[in-house]
T-cell receptor, first 115, second 115 residues
Framework: AQKITQTQPGMFVQEKEAVTLDCTYDTSDPSYGLFWYKQPSSGEMIFLIYQGSYDQQNATEGRYSLNFQKARKSANLVISASQLGDSAMYFCAMRVGRGYQKVTFGTGTKLQVIP | NAGVMQNPRHLVRRRGQEARLRCSPMKGHSHVYWYRQLPEEGLKFMVYLQKENIIDESGMPKERFSAEFPKEGPSILRIQQVVRGDSAAYFC?????????????FGDGTRLSIL
């Protein structure tokens, strides 16, 4: 069975600084995908970034990058130049295998950006 | 708005009543997923549907809960004889197909409150 672990319930970061949100995963299947979603206080779920297990390079999307360390089974989200609007819950998620597999979510990290 | 549409945004029911939650996927998406989010927790998978078919309902309680995605119209998550423990945010997500790297795009959720 697959498992996603986010060990940081809450994080603070100064505006304009970079922050890393941790995510570790556990699966024995060599084929999997990792996702990060943002959930602001308004409640919607916003897709941020994707990393495939066979991808050779770390994924990047604007100010978001994924620090993918396959041997350590970690997929940390790095947000550069934090903005006040980045304050939100962040969820790491994983789907395993080829074809249909349900997505498993972590428990989330609440990020607060301080002016 | 071309995104996933969920309604109502908020729903209040008394114990024993029925709750019907609707989800219209993004245009061109034929895969629908329902998730439940309890307060201060991550999303838990409930059910995965394609048009007129339930593919995976392993996360859905066996009693009182049902889901459908008819040929025409939105997907419906139905909760009969609601209890206080059903209070949660229910999210619908959709994707165009079930490829490994396809993110699921989420609606804004329905907040269900049971009195």
């Amino acid at each position: 069975a697959q498992k996603i672990t986010q060990t940081q319930p809450g994080m603070f970061v100064q505006e304009k600084e970079a922050v890393t949100l941790d995510c570790t995963y556990d699966t024995s299947d060599p084929s999997y995908g990792l996702f990060w979603y943002k959930q602001p206080s308004s409640g919607e779920m916003i897709f941020l970034i994707y990393q495939g297990s066979y991808d050779q390079q770390n994924a990047t999307e604007g100010r978001y990058s994924l620090n993918f360390q396959k041997a350590r089974k970690s997929a940390n989200l790095v947000i550069s130049a934090s903005q006040l609007g980045d304050s939100a819950m962040y969820f790491c998620a994983m789907r395993v295998g080829r074809g249909y597999q349900k997505v498993t979510f972590g428990t989330g990290t609440k990020l607060q950006v301080i002016p | 708005n071309a995104g996933v549409m969920q309604n109502p945004r908020h729903l209040v029911r008394r114990r024993g009543q029925e709750a019907r939650l609707r989800c219209s996927p993004m245009k061109g998406h034929s895969h629908v997923y329902w998730y439940r989010q309890l307060p201060e927790e991550g999303l838990k998978f409930m059910v995965y549907l394609q048009k007129e078919n339930i593919i995976d309902e392993s996360g859905m309680p066996k009693e009182r809960f049902s889901a459908e995605f008819p040929k025409e119209g939105p997907s419906i998550l139905r909760i009969q004889q609601v209890v206080r423990g059903d209070s949660a945010a229910y999210f619908c997500a959709s994707s165009p197909e079930d490829r490994d790297n396809q993110p699921q795009h989420f609606g804004d959720g329905t907040r269900l409150s049971i009195l």
